[in-house]
């Protein structure tokens, strides 16, 4: 069903867009094939590592997949919507209208650029995105406080060793306080993926780097990789808390698992337990991969909870689709409540579908401010 589905909108491009154009029958069918070929780049995957969330192929092989993948698409949806026109036109005018070739050359140039752009905004190093969080009942202790938000970085054939010394060392220029890696920092197994992660070991911030897990980590084994993030010098929070000091002022800083965890058979987001023993004055930061909880956490005194999870997106038009499937949150700022949440673009993406247009990535630079009292 997985690969039927990404084969459709090639099969509609075969037909709407390949099979009309002028020339040679042979021709045709060559590019049609060809099509058929890139569209199913999710099946060469499993057969690669035996996961569509794992291809090991050449970093090369998988950039010009996601690019053909990405352009196959973007080719469908341009074809739909000339031919929803075209439909359209032909009902007032009550006669029959040929699209011309040079409209159809034009949307498979478009289509082949914009996935190259695409894909390029997806496999860069991110650039730095500062935001900032006023907090009610902040301690003016941690007034300028900074955090550095990581997530999804997708550390894969993809996003590999060098791509992660990149980000590791742009997040050390920042010098934050605090470093937060709210999920899916990973796509394979530990024993493909032990060098490509081996630079998070210098991520550097006085008070710590911290890890959650996300839905990835449970497709590879999220305790074998939760205990090697530890190793690499991490702290992890596990639907637990820790408390974060600055002149005998604290934050707590709460970290639950995700919501796919029940599926792999281990405890599920459990906020109550991580809050269990907090200091009741002490402002609470929640991290949590998924955006969905947030209306609960809002419910158990957050006052800030990260997440990631969506991407932002990827591409402009899909947010709205994107948020039905996670309550309405996809990226940016939300009040949830009285709850400040912030759903972040991510760092990388999935190797399987790495294309983002219009949703930038980012390194996403957090300074807390203190809300000022009323009189």
Sequence with gaps: MFHLMFSTPCLYVIVRFIWPLPGPLPARLAAALLLLLASQYHLY???????????????????????AFGAILLLAVLQIV????????MLVRRQWLTIPATLRYGMGTAALLLAAIGVHQAIRVPPVKDIEVTIKHLPPQFD???????????????NTETWTRAVVDRSNALGVDLILITGDLI??????????????RDLRAPDGVYVIPGNHEYFFDNETWMQHFVSLGMQRL????????????????????????????LPGPDLKQALAGAPANAPIILMDHQPRNARQAARQGVALQLSGHTHGGMIRPLAPIIARANEGFVSGFYDV???????NNGTALWPGFALRLGVP???TRITLRRAAERS
């Excluded at 690669?48 to 050449?58: I, Q, R």
């Design 45 to 67: 995957a499993r057969f690669s590592s035996g996961s569509v969330f794992s291809p090991e192929f050449p970093r090369a092989v998988l950039i010009f997949f996601n690019w």
């Design 187 to 200: 796509d394979g197994p530990l024993s493909a993926r032990t060098r490509d992660v081996e630079p998070l």
């Design 144 to 158: 300028g406080y900074t955090m550095l938000q990581l997530t999804d970085m997708h550390i894969s054939r993809l």
């Design 361 to 363: 990535s980012e390194l």
């Design 82 to 89: 000339v031919d929803i026109g075209a439909l359209l036109t």
């Design 337 to 343: 409540d009285g709850m400040q949440l912030y759903v």
């Design 238 to 265: 596990s639907n637990s808390h820790a408390l974060i000091e600055r002149g005998g002022a604290q934050l707590t800083l709460a970290g639950v698992t995700d919501l796919s965890a029940p599926r792999a058979g």
